[in-house]
């Protein structure tokens, strides 16, 4: 039994195939098309994935679930632009293709797309957050759980509180457009310079530079929070609904006089200050909504499941656990739109054909994410000889990859199955060391060409995570951030520091306060990835070298991209990434380049766009 889960026409379009219950494959769509949160059909998506399902068994896909329901996106579209009445051009303008064009006939557009796969498979859709639900719940190892899904909107959903049991989810209650936290947070993100659906974690990572001064004030103004977690934004502060830009900039000029932040431009603490009081709300939210679905659905349930793309804030996912309101939590690693691919899937796996769930209670069913392509060396090794590249062999290749980052080289990882969803876990990642208070800035500003104020993500070996941070479970997905230990931390005062260099954030990015200061946020916080052997030997083995050698257990970890493009997806990818950009070293599986041996590279100038002051 072959499924085929699609999410696709908003952002982060994605594919999925389950098979007799097994989570084949699953991966993005932007990873293969080089279009950062590509939103177009998966062509790219749907064919690796069939391909990944033929090595099992060969024949069609015997059934194709879409993320949602597009009868239901229509009703809001329509009612918005009813609504809106003589306003309503924009609206039209906004979403009339996708809404009338495209999500009607998704069913048709992929029979054409593969007249041959898919032809006699049968067709069905899901509500969005269950999607999101089903992606939480079904993969997790948990027999039961209460689900919070959480994101801009999906249909007419933008909250829902659910709970699953066996081989069964049920939402129970939700929160509807255009009340959203997903857009709330987003509009802010916007007003302080950064792109929506991708500034974000930017927003999220200037956070702690700020005080949340501004709590009261867009308490007071913009939402009102009720005691369940349940909330509702003055509709006067924001533009979304009229298919325009996130906000109404000239209500948000009245908060806030000097009005928006140019993209790009000088950060100013105004924009620190917001940064951490929206964060700091949205962890009130977070926390509320676990205490109303304990209480209400969870009496007896020790477990929560998330996703949803707010369930990506992995500050708030922190603070969630600290506060211990359920005993243990799994957060799906897809969270976005692109989960929904895998949790409609499942959905059809599990609950529509009745099969029975199979978990132990501690190991998830997702396999580490390591989902999406992967290249053997042979195929690398062609690829290296065709253009004529240099690379070198190794016996002990962990080993070498220690010594090289021991020796305060930058390295690029591109070795086994590519990572499903929008962190990278060690197959795809740009790696270093932590201990070099400079190495933050460095990775920043010459390797990823990003904003120097950026944290990057400990990976520290499963066994050691506890000697390093203030946690005591593991976080295999990057997904929970937690303090680094006092007795590791040095003496620091952000406020101080700022204030005496005229806020110069670069100076704050290049003072230590800690032991692995190149991972530590100014708040001694840290996103972490433990790293379990199970899932990816390779990358583990490498940490433990390293640790041999100097005694760390943890080293830097970062996506293999630089600011503005996915995730790299091919061998010609990553060699590309790789010459663009100020890192010393590339594994491609098992093969070693170094950067001052490879041939001329002629795309000098492309870094230049790039490049921040």
Not at 134 to 159: K, M, Q, R, Y
Not at 475 to 500: G, H, I, N, T
């Amino acid at each position: 039994m072959k499924i085929l889960g699609v999410s696709a026409l908003f952002h982060d379009s994605a594919a999925s195939l389950v098979v007799n219950g097994k989570i084949v494959a699953a991966v993005q769509e932007e990873r293969f098309t080089r279009k950062k949160h590509d939103p177009r059909l998966p062509i790219n998506a749907i064919k690796y994935c069939i391909d990944e399902g033929n090595k099992i068994a060969s024949g069609n896909i015997d059934y194709v679930v879409f993320y949602e329901n597009p009868l239901l996106t229509l009703d809001r579209y329509l009612k918005n632009v009813l609504a809106l009445g003589d306003k309503s051009r924009d609206m039209i303008d906004f979403g009339f293709d996708k809404t009338f064009s495209k999500e009607l006939w998704i069913d048709q557009l992929l029979k054409i797309s593969f007249p041959n796969g898919l032809r006699d498979s049968k067709f069905l859709v899901l509500k969005h957050h269950v999607s999101h639900a089903a992606s939480a719940f079904f993969p997790s190892p948990f027999n039961d759980s209460v689900i919070i899904t959480l994101d801009g909107v999906g249909e007419w959903t933008t909250l829902s509180i659910g709970v699953g049991r066996d081989n069964k989810i049920e939402l129970k209650e939700e929160l509807k457009y255009p009340h959203s936290l997903g857009l709330f947070y987003s509009a802010f993100t916007y007003f302080c310079g950064f792109k929506v659906n991708s500034g974000e974690y930017k927003f999220m990572g200037l956070a702690p530079y700020g005080k949340p001064i501004y709590c009261d004030l867009i308490k007071e103004r913009v939402i009102d929070i009720k005691e369940d977690g349940s909330f509702r934004l003055n509709l006067d502060y924001f533009d979304f609904q009229n298919g325009r830009t996130m906000i109404n900039e000239e209500k948000f000029s009245e908060l806030f006089p000097e009005g928006r932040r140019v993209a790009e431009s000088r950060i100013s603490k105004r924009d620190m200050d917001i940064a951490a009081s929206v964060q700091k709300i949205t962890e009130e939210i977070i926390l509320k909504l676990a205490k109303h679905a304990k209480l209400k659905y969870g009496q007896d349930i020790e477990n929560l499941v998330m996703a949803g793309g707010v369930a990506l804030n992995c500050v708030a996912n922190g603070k969630l656990l600290e506060n211990g309101v359920f005993k243990n939590i799994w957060i799906q690693p897809a969270s976005g739109d692109a989960g929904g691919a895998l949790g409609s899937a499942l959905y059809v796996w599990y609950q529509y054909l009745n099969h029975q769930r199979d978990v132990d209670g501690v190991n998830d069913l997702q396999n580490g994410s390591y989902l999406g392509i992967e290249f053997d060396d042979q195929t690398i090794e062609k690829f290296l000889k065709e253009n004529q590249y240099v690379y070198h062999q190794f016996e002990d290749l962990p080993n070498v990859i220690a010594q090289y980052l021991e020796d305060q080289k930058i390295i690029g990882i591109f070795h086994g199955r590519m990572e499903y969803g929008p962190r990278a876990l060690g197959s795809r990642s740009i790696i270093a060391d932590p201990r070099s208070a400079e190495m933050q800035s460095k990775m920043n500003l010459k390797i990823k060409f990003r904003e120097s104020f950026r944290p990057f993500a400990p990976a520290v070996l499963a066994e050691r995570i506890s000697d390093y941070f203030d946690i005591n479970v593991e976080s295999p997905y990057m997904l929970l951030c937690a303090q680094v230990k006092k007795d590791r931390q040095l003496p620091f005062d952000l406020e101080k520091f700022l204030a005496e260099r005229d806020m110069d954030m670069l100076q704050v990015v290049k003072t230590a306060r800690s032991d692995i200061p190149a991972v530590t946020h100014v708040d001694y916080s840290a996103r972490i990835q433990s790293v379990n052997r199970k899932y990816n030997p390779f990358y583990y083995d490498v940490i433990k070298a390293f640790e041999l050698r100097t005694g760390c257990g943890v080293i830097i970890n970062t996506s293999f991209n630089v600011r503005g493009e996915p995730i790299v997806c091919t061998p010609k990818d990553a060699y590309i990434c790789f010459m663009r950009s100020d890192m010393d070293v590339l594994v491609l599986g098992s093969l070693v380049l170094y950067k001052e041996e490879q041939p001329k590279f002629e795309d000098e100038d492309w870094r230049k766009q790039y490049e921040l002051d």
